[in-house]
């Protein structure tokens, strides 16, 4: 292992990837972010390795990655026997701005072009802070397939003031961007990585709401920089106003005056301004489905038709207040961001279809793919309405309709539509639904003894289905629609996975004992996976990892005394893990996963 560029930089390494899970699982769990750390020498030394990276051991990036002659002196970094930065040599370099940006670049084009490069994720590069005799940088991946399942604009770059200006695309983009800043200013303080991480997720996801709405001033209007307003905080400001009691709801359009898609029917004085919050909210009281205000961010011209055919343009963006602290960001009609109470997150479905698809399969064993569309098509109008609801689906629906018969109104056995269940969710008590999607019952009080996962934060709504589900012995799924639009699944179901994912493993920790030399890098990755996944683990699986963790710490201490090692917590089953449920078919189990060792 080379000598590190500074005491703290594995400290440093694993803060920011701590920090990184914090805030994009807050953004979506299943992120999984990874963070490595490049360092360029700033000066030439014959005792200080040119290049660094971390981790440092048995990475797929390695430091003689980026000893590339010829990329190293077009980048301008002063290490390979260079001269200094700032002398003749370097004439195409205005001054550090310019050296950082060729670091940055520099560093994503080798990145991407390893043999090693995880195919599945894409990476974003920092600004190098200098670190004692380091120009040192963060990358930070995330997986393509979940990127590209994101609503996000096309162009990643806009046209302002005569030059090109890097914009974010999405707000996951837009946290990618803020995090990296984030990271480079952490790199300044005095001896990075000494001291926890700043980074706070709240923060971090506030302020990239708000640099996603400063760009799309941009977008909308190239000259737009002066005295910029903070549109983030005026629309958050407008949503939390009522008038005359009531809460707000209306569109308003972003687009310069005179854009092609929309038409003005009532024009307003130069007085109204998006910056007088009150009486911005007083003028969404004028907007309706056929009217809505329009705004370069400044001004508000007035009360405009839309025409929906010519939204595509990334010139112009849609607000929709949608009630107390709720508005959502739209282009062409599809959702970019939503914020409630001051807090931004990836727009939503109100119920999550593959996972609801997922869970039916998994709990009624036989169930048809006719069936389960539906039962899907049943709880998303149910969603829909105003008010909260229970949907009750039970493998015994008919033998249960009989036994509440004195507390719920049975009906005749038949097929479920949408249009029946907005009539019939409205009363109180739960609809009682067999999985072929046919309806037994009606307004269904549910019964049950008290039930160890109850939840005294919740209603009655959701205990109640908590109860009956804890006490049925059939095979049951409970959806519960609260009145604030939250659902709840009960049971809620953690994600299937193949078992060959805990075998792989456990392998791979068995050669590792058996080899002379543990590598760190992988055993930590190793155990990392193994303490998110505990509830999946076996009475068999925790006796064997329980035994190889204390060899391979044993063999570690023997080769190394003075190594700082963890106190691992014994793995012990969870008392409510099914193999039935959770773990997938051979059939449907994916390819061997691979785990580089």
Known sequence: MSEPMWSYQTHFCAAQQAAARRVFQELDARFDPQVLLVGFLARPSGSRPPVCVEPAEDFWLLAGDFRDVELVRRAGFACLDAPPVGTESYPGLQGELQLRRAIRDAVAEVIVRQAGFPAEMSYAVSLPARVERYWVCAAVGLQNELLRSLDSLP?????????????????????????????????????????LSQIEPEETLRAAGRRLMNNIIWRIDEHNVEGMPDLFRTFTTISSLSYERKP???????????????????????????KHHGHARKLLELTS????????????????????????????????????????????GRPLMRVQYGQPSLPKTRIDERK????????????????????????????????????????????????????????????????????????????????????????????GIAAANGDPSRGARYNSAVRYVESTQAACLAV???EDGRVDYVPDLRPPIARSEIDLRLAVLDRLRAGGRVKRRVYREILQWFDEHRFYLLAEHCERLNELVSAIESLMESVDPHLLTTVHTPYTPHPQMDPRLYYLPATQAPGAATVQV
Do not use: K, Y
């Open 155 to 195: 162009s990643a770059e806009v046209q302002t003031h005569g030059r090109r200006v890097r914009v974010a695309v999405s707000l996951a983009d837009a946290t990618m961007l803020e995090f990296l800043e984030q990271v480079t200013w952490e790199l300044a303080r005095p001896q990075p990585g000494r001291e």
């Open 248 to 274: 707000g709801s209306g569109s308003i359009f972003l687009a310069r005056r005179g854009h092609p898609a929309l038409e003005s029917r009532l024009e307003f004085s130069a007085s109204a301004r998006m």
């Open 289 to 332: 489905t056929e009217l809505a205000l329009h705004t370069d961010a400044d001004r508000i011209f007035g009360l405009v038709h839309v025409d929906s055919t010519r939204l595509a343009g990334e010139d112009i963006f849609e607000v929709q207040v949608a009630g107390h602290h709720h508005w959502e960001l739209r282009h062409n």
């Open 356 to 447: 609801l698809r997922v869970d039916l399969v998994r709990i009624f064993e036989g169930i048809t793919s006719e069936d389960c569309d539906c039962l899907v098509e049943l709880v998303t109008q149910a969603v829909e309405e105003s008010h909260g609801t229970i949907l009750v689906i039970s493998a015994d629906a008919p033998e249960e309709a009989r036994r509440l018969g004195a507390q719920c109104i049975p009906v005749r056995p038949r097929r479920m539509t949408p249009e029946l269940i907005r009539h019939v969710t409205p009363i109180d008590g739960a609809v009682l639904l067999s999985p072929d999607g046919r309806c037994h019952a009606i307004g269904t009080i549910l019964d």
């Open 480 to 482: 519960v629609v609260s």
